[in-house]
């Protein structure tokens, strides 16, 4: 799922650019028409090509459980415009669980009826890659969902139908809710082989190691031919040492484990750890496992 912003597509970090450019002009509101004043939220929406017409329907399998969909969030590429947000809640609480009641900032006016749902989604920091120093874009995390019971002209009262294993604050986020639909493998079809190599630029929940069913974000994504379902072997160049006689001694990579992309952006990707015999952490490099 992922969450681009409105109706017009996040300006790309060029390599040259030392910042995040801001979207060329404001994102639409829900239904991507100009005017809105909500920034969209795309969830971890990929499109999963069908079958042509009596072509043979192989062995399918989801990428990963929709609740690991759900949550894993993205790096999101420009900064969006300000959003709609939880501006209070009935009991004061600082942490809000399902069943909770809350106020937002949003009404009628923006489609906020009794019975609808929003996304709830937090904001994280600037990703920086750890080699280059460049900005790749802003850390995204799908919180959950709020359903609407009561709404004026601005403001509503909602309830928090569903959190996605991360809190969720006064202040978080509000976006529209767009249906989550998991991507589908086939597990009798041949990989595609493809020559593609990368690094972990991120933990998800700015953890320090990470290991099985774990998610981390990568620095390659769309248009360098990464696609969901893709396996990558994870990995950690071994370490140049010294002997006595002042050799040079290469070691040989270590092979910590697998991982399978989620959601892909542009430039950046969403992967789930499979299969973990080390820990892993940011830095560590990624190579697609079907070379050609």
Known sequence: MSLPVGGAPPLRVEDSSSRINAPATPPAWGDRTAGGSLP????????????????????????????????????????????????????????????DVVYVNLGKAEGAFPGATFFVYRLGRLIVHPFTQKPLGYLVTVLGTLEVIDSQEKTSVAMVADSYNNPIFKGDRIAPFEEIEVPQVDLLKIPEAKEIQGVIVALKDDKQFAGHSDIVYLDRGGEDGVTPGDVFTVYRPGKVIEELALEKIQLPQVELGELTVISTQERTATALITYSAVEMRVGDRVAYKYKP
């Open 40 to 99: 969209a939220i795309r969830v971890f929406h990929p499109s999963v090509t069908p079958e042509a017409p009596g072509e043979e329907q192989g062995v399918q399998r989801p990428v990963a459980a929709r609740h690991q969909m759900e949550g894993a969030g993205y790096i999101l590429s420009a900064e969006p415009p300000p959003a709609k947000r939880i501006v209070a809640t009935m009991e004061d609480r600082e942490t809000l669980a399902e069943g």
